[in-house]
């Protein structure tokens, strides 16, 4: 008896050790965080929560377009292809943290810098009150120089208003990849009474479909507000598309080579769907993208976002470039294509042979008509009086008489008439001393008429009074100069109605976004409340702001240099 339950526990021992991985395996989950149009075929970046090597089949992928559903021609790793990575570390160096801190953070970026492709670039931020910003770099040597720079401040913590700027920096920069991250080394402290908040720096998570890896770094001893402060952080990742939360134990320094280990790979594991484009038809508007995706166990997850009117014209435009061609020669019959228009026939001759003739006819009918209606006239008008005895009169044939500029006309003696006041002339005065045609009662110098032409000539000033300014589009891969004269006031916005200079494509633009403005040789620019502000050389304007020559200017999606003359 003994031995048989032994035996039985024996089975339900091993029957618990294979299934309890099962059951403590982690739900799928997958999350799109962009897409884009490239040679006939839509690339839809998808992020997934599995580790090693998860590839599905394509028969357990399905993407819908709006209404229609798309073929999916290839399952890539992110790792297989040679496209890169854009890493943006944020790190807080405000009065909440302490050095030591700090230089773990250091140390991790430079980890991720060595692990990272050679193509993938990277920024490091500092925040604390403000935002220090370096530039997008690829080599790991350059970017642990800017690490080492990071130094302990005694600013407040403005973490809120951090998360809003740099995802609005990754969507908006040339300089940024199509995969992109955001990674956020903090406690989680924010010490902002006014300003962003904290459900705006949320809803800006989750509307950019953006990753963000957040690391929270907790003082020793740390309290439950602090742990309070790191879950608030984590929650950040847990919005954004396919993001991890990490709370290290300090203790360990493992945790500095785990982690970047750990974003790099997952980054690298994530997939690359493409779709066909062939057949697929567009709205010009607001489209809704659906991944969906079936595991080998089973499992099912998927993911949709919005694709703005914006990027949807410009998928649109690679559909347009894969429309057939016209009807080819294998469609056509070769009698049908030799065959040639039959040509209208009028009393057995072309149709426009004969309308060319009739038109030359026509004229030579009025031409003779005319002449004889001359010959006719001269013949019967009435020889002039000349008396040999008196003075000679002077020849008013083809006299032009100028009056004085208080009369402000002229008269022009036109032949066939005694004098300006003689019938069959016309006098016709203009302001400002513009010149007066007398015309002949048949017309004979100017027109066909009995009646004589008048021509008013005006000049208007030109505009005087503003500044001749030039907005010149930066980015790579963009282009676009924009001229505007500026004077009290000019407009600028997505809205064609609100706004002198629209940019009617550009979603991140406000209907009436700003104004410009000239006093004598200096420029200004005012925000108008626009919903994602407007920056000057990275700086939000607030108020009227005095612009400098080749200032950079942040206007929805795109960042403008300005000058003028």
Not at 270 to 288: A, D, F, T
Not at 433 to 443: D, I, K, L, N, Y
Request: net charge negative; hydrophobic share 35%.
């Amino acid at each position: 008896m003994k031995k048989h339950f032994a035996a039985l526990m024996a089975v339900i021992f091993l029957v618990a050790a294979f299934k309890a991985p099962v059951l403590a395996e982690e739900s799928l989950k997958v999350d799109i965080d962009g897409c884009a149009a490239d040679q006939g075929e839509l690339k839809v970046y998808l992020n997934h929560n599995k580790e090693g090597d998860f590839k599905p089949d394509s028969e357990n992928v399905s993407v819908r377009f709006g209404a229609q559903d798309m073929t999916v021609s290839e399952i890539l790793k992110f790792s297989e292809t040679d496209e890169s990575i854009t890493y943006k570390c944020v790190v807080d160096v405000s009065g909440s943290m302490n050095q030591e801190r700090i230089d773990l953070a250091k140390d991790m970026i430079k980890a991720i810098a060595n692990k990272k492709k050679s193509g993938d670039n990277m920024s490091i931020t500092a925040f604390g009150n403000d935002l220090i910003q370096s530039e997008y770099m690829t080599d790991p040597v350059r970017i642990a120089e800017k690490a080492d720079v990071l130094t302990l401040t005694h600013d407040d913590t403005n973490l809120y208003r951090c998360i809003v700027e740099e995802l609005r920096n990754l969507e908006t920069s040339p300089d940024v990849h199509e995969k992109k991250c955001l990674i956020i080394f903090s406690d989680g402290a924010e010490d902002q009474a006014t300003g962003i908040t904290r459900e705006e720096a949320e809803k800006a998570t989750e509307e950019s479909h953006i990753p963000i890896f957040t690391v929270a770094l907790l003082k020793k001893g740390f309290k439950a507000a602090d742990e309070e402060s790191a879950k608030i952080l984590g929650s950040f990742a847990r919005l954004s598309s396919g993001g991890v939360h990490y709370a290290p134990d300090l203790n360990d320094g493992s945790s500095i080579d785990t982690i970047p280990e750990s974003i790099v790979e997952r980054l690298q594991n994530s997939l690359i769907l493409r779709e066909e484009l062939q057949g697929i038809e567009m709205s010009g508007k607001e489209v809704v993208l659906k991944a969906e995706i079936t595991a080998n166990n089973g499992q099912t997850a998927s993911d949709s976002i919005n694709i703005p009117e914006g990027d949807v014209k410009l998928i649109q435009k690679e559909i347009e470039k894969l429309a057939p061609e016209e009807v080819s020669e294998d469609e056509v019959s070769e009698d049908r294509i030799n065959e040639k228009p039959k040509e209208k026939l009028i009393f057995g001759y072309p149709a426009r042979t004969v309308y060319i003739m009739a038109g030359i006819l026509i004229l030579l009918i009025i031409l003779g008509g005319f002449l004889i209606y001359m010959m006719m006239r001269n013949r019967n008008r009435e020889p002039e009086n000349e008396s040999p005895e008196s003075e000679p009169q002077p020849d008013r044939d083809n006299e032009a008489t100028i009056m004085g500029a208080g009369d402000g006309s002229q008269t022009i003696g036109i032949p066939g008439s005694s004098g300006p006041g003689a019938e069959g002339s016309r006098t016709i005065g203009m302001p400002g001393g513009s010149p007066t045609v007398g015309m002949a009662s048949v017309g004979a110098t100017v027109g066909l008429s009995s009646v004589g032409a008048t021509v008013g000539l005006s000049s208007a000033a030109a505009p005087s009074g503003g500044l001749k300014v030039t907005l010149a589009r930066l980015g790579k891969g963009e282009t676009g100069t924009y001229s505007m004269n500026v004077g009290e006031s000019f407009s600028v916005g997505r809205s064609a109605s609100k706004a002198k200079l629209a940019f009617p494509e550009d979603t991140a633009m406000s209907g009436h976004h700003c104004t410009f403005s000239s006093q004598g040789k200096r420029l200004f620019i005012m925000d108008n409340n626009s919903t994602n502000g407007t920056f000057v050389n990275g700086v939000p304007v607030s108020g009227k702001h005095e612009l400098e020559q080749d200032d950079t200017i942040l206007m929805g999606s795109y960042e403008y240099r300005v000058s003028w003359k």
